[in-house]
C-alpha cells in the first residue's frame, strides 16, 4: 500500500510563496509520473500540474502556468510543488496524487490516479 503525504500549506497573503511537499512511501516511487490538484470550497478538484517519472518533463494547469513549478527528488521519494506570485483564488486543498499506470505518461485527469494523499490546505488572503 501507497502511502503519500502532503506537507507545507499555511496561510499566506497574496502576492506571496509557498512550497508543498509530498513524501511518498514505497521503492518504485520513480517509476510512476505524479501530479498535483486541488479542490476549492464547494467546487470539484482539479487538476494543477503533473511531472514524469524521471521528472523530464512537466504539465500545468493555465491557471498556474508561470507561477507554480512542480519537481521531484526521487532519492527522497518527493514530490514537491512551488507556489508563486498567489493569488486568492489558489485558496484550496492540495492533494497529491500517483499515477495508476506504472511508466504511465503524464495527465491531468484525476481518475487515472489512483493513490491520493490527505491534502494540505493553503489559503491565500487579499
Known amino acids: 500500500q501507497v502511502q ?3 506537507s507545507g ?3 499566506v497573503q497574496a502576492g506571496g510563496s509557498l512550497r508543498l511537499s509530498c513524501a511518498a512511501s514505497g521503492r518504485t516511487f520513480n517509476m510512476y509520473a505524479m501530479g498535483w490538484f486541488r ?7 482539479i487538476f494543477v500540474a503533473t511531472i514524469s517519472s524521471t521528472g523530464g518533463s512537466t504539465l500545468y494547469a493555465d491557471s498556474v502556468k508561470g507561477r507554480f513549478t512542480i519537481s521531484r527528488d526521487n532519492a527522497k521519494n518527493t514530490v514537491y510543488l512551488q507556489m508563486n506570485s498567489l493569488k486568492a483564488e489558489d485558496t484550496a486543498v492540495y492533494y497529491c496524487a500517483r499515477r495508476a499506470q506504472i511508466m504511465g505518461a503524464m495527465t491531468p485527469i484525476g481518475s ?9 490546505q493553503v489559503t491565500v488572503s487579499s
Not at 479542490?39 to 478538484?45: D, F, H, I, T, V
Request: charged share 25%; net charge negative; proline share 5%.
Open 4 to 6: 503519500l503525504v502532503e
Open 9 to 11: 500549506g499555511g496561510l
Open 39 to 45: 479542490q476549492a470550497p464547494g467546487k470539484e478538484r
Open 112 to 120: 487515472e490516479y489512483n493513490y491520493w494523499g490527505q491534502g494540505t
